[in-house]
């Protein structure tokens, strides 16, 4: 089955810094998303990659899809403690089976220390 | 008015019970899901039903079953509960099942806690 791998699992990062996550797949995507859930909350869509080598900003957040398709990043420029949350990346394999199914890395925790 | 919304948002009961978590999306879409989140934070598919039939029914104990009355409700109905099926249930929706989903809409979440 599909296999996506999220790292790191846990960031602890002082508020003004930079923090970084990155979604790894075994197989050729093709689209991927990006939710961030809150502590208590419930996952939120932030964005969907579609093309080979996208690269999309929302303010401090910056997604960019690899030129395969297999894998994505998602970064942030100084941290703030409204940016506590688990990341999570989404992904739909390339398939002619027609398989659409979305499947969710593990996501990685981020802490902000004020 | 929220987009998704699942009732009831706690669950607390003993082993061998059976309980339902319903689920509306007044969103117009045409494919909802359910999703377990484990104590790790790992969020799993369960079902996804588009226009009332069932599309994806990963490996779930047959204990687990979703009903459709239609396209907008997405009930899970568990039978003879266990200490495992603890955990955050999520409902979601989307406008279609394709390779291009678009978001999914989640719901709040509902905790069950089996004792």
């Known amino acids: 089955g599909q296999q996506v791998m999220q790292i790191p699992q846990y960031q602890h990062v002082q508020e003004g810094e930079d923090f970084t996550t990155y979604c790894n797949s075994s197989t050729t995507l093709s689209n991927i998303q990006w939710y961030k859930q809150r502590p208590g909350g419930h996952p939120v869509f932030l964005i969907q990659l579609v093309k080979s080598g996208e690269v999309k900003k929302q303010k401090r957040l910056t997604f960019q899809f690899g030129e395969a398709k297999k894998n994505s990043s998602l970064h942030i420029t100084a941290t703030q403690t409204t940016d506590v949350g688990t990341y999570f990346c989404?992904?739909?394999?390339?398939?002619?089976?027609?398989?659409?199914?979305?499947?969710f890395g593990k996501g990685t925790k981020l802490s902000v220390i004020p | 008015d929220t987009a998704v919304s699942q009732t009831p948002k706690y669950l607390v009961t003993q082993m061998g019970n059976d309980k339902s978590i319903k689920c509306e999306q007044n969103?117009?879409?045409?494919?909802m899901y359910w999703y377990k989140q484990d104590s790790k934070k790992f969020l799993k598919i369960m079902f996804s039903y588009n226009n009332k039939e069932l599309i994806i029914n990963e490996t779930v104990p047959n204990r687990f079953s979703p009903k459709s009355p239609d396209k907008a409700h997405l009930n899970l109905h568990i039978n003879s509960l266990e200490l495992g099926d603890s955990a955050v249930y999520f409902c979601?929706?989307?406008?279609?099942?394709?390779?291009?989903?678009?978001?999914?809409?989640f719901g709040e979440g509902s905790r069950l806690t089996v004792l």
């Open positions: 989404a992904v739909v394999p390339y398939s002619g089976a027609g398989s659409y199914q979305l499947t």
């Open positions: 979601a929706s989307s406008q279609e099942f394709t390779d291009l989903t678009g978001e999914l809409f």
């Open positions: 969103l117009g879409h045409d494919t």
